[in-house]
């Protein structure tokens, strides 16, 4: 997808879905003149709580998109997210993994907009097998979670210290935990390639 398609867009992506936004730029998009969007630039506007310092959007490129405030490239990103789980569930897709809620309170505000966009498709979230990042997916409203845990002896040995039997107890107690709070729980094994197949075969058997 362009960068020019997506900067001009999100904003009326925002404005189409609700999402409370004063858009500031000289040069903002004739869909939104007239309905409260500020032309003024060099002021500051409101979305979602966050304060945004000056947008211009008259003639993005992949550089200015770069240049923006920490907290306006967040807008972007969360509005850009939003705009293409809406295009996926058209499509009919049955599931969209929406992002990592435990990774940051952005991340999960963009997850939370996602799970309030009232869409037909399953929305997961990404999840360690720990009680931390599960949590962090239950607060975002999410009914549905993807788990993960290394099962390569190079990843355990090297990254995770742990030996095999610590990660399938993890790995089973992770599931047990969503599952006992209402979730739908997918669960995978992170490089998987490299495992052990019979040690594979024996963690999803289980």
């Not at 992506?13 to 903002?28: F, N």
């Not at 990774?103 to 996602?114: A, M, N, V």
């Not at 030996?163 to 599931?175: H, S, W």
């Amino acid at each position: 997808m362009h960068i020019e398609y997506v900067a001009i867009n999100i904003f009326l992506e925002a404005h189409h879905s609700g999402i409370p936004l004063i858009l500031l730029t000289a040069d903002r998009p004739a869909e939104l003149r007239g309905k409260g969007a500020n032309q003024t630039t060099n002021q500051v506007g409101i979305f979602n709580d966050a304060v945004i310092e000056c947008i211009d959007v008259a003639a993005p490129t992949e550089q200015d998109v770069a240049q923006l405030p920490e907290k306006a490239r967040l807008l972007v990103k969360r509005v850009v997210e939003l705009a293409i789980a809406k295009r996926l569930d058209e499509l009919g897709v049955d599931a969209i993994e929406a992002g990592f809620p435990v990774i940051s309170e952005g991340e999960q505000q963009g997850i939370k907009l996602i799970t309030k966009a009232g869409l037909k498709a399953e929305i997961c979230g990404l999840a360690r097998t720990n009680k931390k990042d599960i949590d962090a997916a239950i607060d975002c409203g999410l009914k549905y979670i993807h788990t993960f845990i290394a099962t390569s002896d190079i990843h355990l040995q090297y990254k995770l210290k742990m030996t095999r039997e610590q990660a399938l107890a993890n790995a089973i107690e992770a599931v047990e935990y969503g599952k006992s709070h209402g979730l739908q729980v997918e669960f995978s094994a992170e490089d998987a390639t490299r495992t052990d197949r019979d040690f594979l075969k024996h963690v999803f058997g289980q």
